[in-house]
């Protein structure tokens, strides 16, 4: 009975630790998370792994997003670990925002239906992100490109939206005024209409901007992780609007004295949009005038007075600016006539009129312009009369009015007015030599020059009964060749007429004639031919000379006989008779070498059209030259200087 009790007691302490061995070990094996799915951002094409692991493991990993059951898939969806491993985490292959973006949760089943362990995590979050596909700031409904202006008004609350459009997840949208941060109001996101899984962000700015801010430029940076650069951002120029405020300044001497001095007044305004100056004088009608500078010279006692400068634009009107002051002006131009200049026919009347104002009244000069940038003076009064017009009056007239207050002498000028002049032709009888000489045996080129406005369409040269026109060779003696453009006139040209081997008998008038649409001219120039000096004074020359050298010669001899002068031996009296054959010989061949083309003009020397050889065109005289250039084509025919005595020449 002891035994049996015994064996009793031992099976019943048996059971009792087994039981509470089951138990223990129920309690322990109980499945829980060790780590759970965490909210992710994933770029899309992008690798990511969902994080789940689970102790004491006993069922089954399943995974659903939104709701819905997901399977796996090779290349889309895979284990992370071996399965039953405790580890349920899931690889997701190029990540797409389209399949992956949403809720997701890690779920095991139970570890048997008796233990009811099954567990669902908490829905985590996967993004997908994809940067916004426009942003932009908007004032009045009204979105403003990058870079362009904005228009805000100084002191005025201002409210502006920077929106973001299409995102995944939505952007942070910041506010900068130039480098400086602003503050606004709480940023907004929500989904788009047509796509829940993209966001739209909308930022609302309001600021009261001051005038230090006109220029600046105002930011919304759009921060977003999908950007390389973590944020991008647009900006717009901010054209601010604010009244006007004056400045007055003054220019005067110390002491302002009536009739003697001279004073100006400026004043300027600084506003946006820009404001209209005015000024006006207490007292007076004070009536508006707008400028923005008065002058007046000399000062006047009826001038004296107090002056106010304002300014006004549609934002508003400027603080009064006043100036006690007397008043001087300079000269003004005020009209000249014709305005936009004119076209005068030839020998017609021209009539140019100048108006100006000052006090003491301006004096007038009419300056012409040539085209060589020459300045002639034409007139000294108000109204510049011309009764016979001619291409001479041609360019560009300035009237100048001047007066003197105190010892300074005030000059204003008006904008040009150009006159052109188109008629008939017309030779510059001025550059018309009355005479020219030449000599027999040479070539002689007669010029004449010509105005015409339209170009001549027909010039002939004509003498006795013979004519020739322009490009033609008559006789192969008489020359007319094609006129050229004057070098330093407009609308003028050179006429020239070659005549080959002049004689005797080539002295007589040669007339030049030119014709356009308009008309025609004709002038004449004579032409007096000489017999060249005679074979015996030629002879008597040469023969004086060679006696000359003979008596060098003998003189040579006889110091190098003597020892005298530099003749110590003989190799110095061969260097001396080699270096005269040398130079002799160089000079003779100079001398038949020099038959180039100078040209003559009516005073007989060399150079440009006013003999001076520089080319340069003076006033017009009323006495012009006439320019003559000898030929030598051949190398054969001698050139001769056309004016001055033959004596001379030689």
Same mark, same amino acid.
């Given at each position: !009975?002891?035994v ?12 009792f ?11 322990? #094996?109980?499945? !829980? ?28 990993? &399943? ?18 670990a $071996? ?11 190029a ?25 669902? %995590? ?5 993004v ?11 004032q ?12 805000? +008004? ?5 409210? /502006? ?13 910041q ?21 829940t899984? &993209?966001?739209?962000?909308?930022s ?5 901007f001051?005038q ?6 105002? /930011? ?13 951002e647009?900006a ?5 609007l ?7 300044? $003054?220019?005067?001497d110390?002491?302002?004295?009536e009739?003697?001095? #001279? ?16 000024w ?18 000399p ?6 007075g ?10 508003g009107?400027? %603080? ?17 006539t ?17 108006? #100006? ?17 020459? +300045?002639?003076? &034409? ?21 100048e009015?001047?007066?003197?207050? @105190?010892?300074?002498?005030k ?6 007015? $150009?006159?052109?002049?188109? @008629? ?14 030449a ?12 105005c015409?406005?339209?170009i ?10 013979l ?6 060779d ?32 080539? %002295? ?6 030119v014709?356009? #649409?308009?008309?025609?001219d &004709? ?32 003189v ?35 001398? @038949? ?17 006013n ?22 084509g ?15 020449k030689?």
């Amino acid at each position: !009975m002891d035994v049996f009790s015994g064996v009793s007691k031992m099976k019943l302490h048996h059971l009792f630790f087994v039981l509470v061995l089951h138990i223990l070990q129920g309690c322990c #094996a109980q499945q !829980m998370f060790r780590e759970e799915p965490q909210y992710t951002e994933i770029n899309p094409g992008a690798n990511a792994e969902l994080r789940c692991v689970i102790e004491n493991i006993g069922g089954e990993c &399943r995974w659903q997003k939104d709701g819905k059951p997901i399977g796996l898939y090779n290349g889309k969806y895979e284990w992370a670990a $071996r399965a039953g491993s405790g580890d349920c985490s899931l690889n997701l292959m190029a990540i797409d925002i389209k399949f992956d973006d949403g809720l997701w949760e890690c779920q095991v089943t139970a570890s048997s239906f008796e233990s009811q362990d099954a567990l669902a %995590s908490k829905p985590a979050r996967l993004v997908v992100r994809e940067p916004p596909k426009s942003f932009a700031i908007i004032q009045n409904n009204e979105a403003k490109e990058s870079s362009t202006d904005i228009t805000v +008004v100084d002191g005025k609350l201002e409210t /502006i939206h920077c929106e973001s459009r299409k995102s995944n997840p939505p952007p942070v949208l910041q506010w900068f005024l130039g480098d400086k941060q602003l503050r606004a109001s709480v940023q907004k996101n929500v989904t788009e209409d047509d796509d829940t899984r &993209r966001w739209k962000a909308y930022s609302v700015l309001e600021h009261v901007f001051s005038q230090d801010d006109f220029g600046k430029s105002l /930011i919304c940076r759009v921060v977003h992780p999908a950007y390389t650069n973590d944020h991008e951002e647009t900006a717009v120029k901010l054209d601010l609007l604010y009244k006007p405020k004056v400045t007055v300044t $003054r220019v005067a001497d110390d002491v302002l004295e009536e009739g003697r001095s #001279a004073v100006k007044m400026t004043c300027t305004s600084d506003a946006n949009p820009p404001g209209r100056v005015f000024w006006r004088k207490y007292g007076a009608s004070e009536e508006r005038q707008f400028v923005e500078t008065l002058e007046f010279n000399p000062v006047m006692r009826k001038d004296s007075g107090t002056y106010v400068c304002q300014a006004e634009n549609a934002i508003g009107l400027s %603080s009064e600016e006043t100036v006690e002051l007397d008043v001087l002006f300079p000269p003004k131009i005020l009209r000249v006539t014709p305005g936009g200049g004119a076209t005068i026919g030839v020998h017609n009347q021209s009539i140019l009129t100048c108006s #100006a104002e000052g006090n003491p009244l301006p004096k007038y000069v009419w300056l012409q312009k040539l085209p060589s940038n020459q +300045v002639l003076k &034409r007139g000294y009064e108000d109204k510049l009369i011309i009764d016979d017009t001619t291409y001479d009056h041609q360019g560009e007239y300035v009237c100048e009015a001047v007066n003197v207050i @105190g010892d300074q002498k005030k000059i204003v000028q008006s904008e040009p007015v $150009r006159m052109e002049v188109r @008629g008939a032709p017309q030779v510059l009888r001025y550059s018309v030599a009355k005479e020219v000489e030449a000599v027999s045996g040479r070539d002689v080129r007669l010029e004449m020059e010509v105005c015409s406005d339209p170009i001549p369409s027909k010039t002939t040269w004509d003498w006795g009964s013979l004519r020739v026109e322009a490009g033609q060779d008559l006789h192969g003696r008489y020359l007319a060749e094609q006129m050229v453009q004057h070098p330093e006139r407009e609308d003028c040209y050179i006429a020239r007429l070659v005549v080959k081997k002049v004689s005797p008998s080539d %002295s007589r008038r040669y007339y030049l004639r030119v014709e356009n #649409a308009h008309g025609e001219d &004709r002038y004449a120039v004579e032409l007096n031919v000489k017999e060249p000096v005679s074979m015996a004074s030629v002879i008597g020359v040469v023969i004086g000379l060679l006696v000359l050298f003979v008596i060098l010669v003998i003189v040579l001899l006889y110091a190098y006989k003597k020892q005298k002068l530099c003749f110590k031996d003989d190799s110095k009296l061969d260097k001396s008779i080699d270096g005269m054959n040398v130079s002799q010989g160089f000079d003779a061949e100079k001398a @038949g070498h020099s038959n180039g083309l100078p040209s003559a003009n009516g005073n007989g020397k060399n150079g440009g059209l006013n003999g001076n050889g520089n080319g340069i065109v003076g006033p017009l005289p009323p006495d012009g030259m006439y320019h003559v250039s000898d030929i030598n084509g051949t190398g054969n025919t001698n050139i001769d200087m056309i004016h001055g005595s033959l004596t001379d020449k030689l």
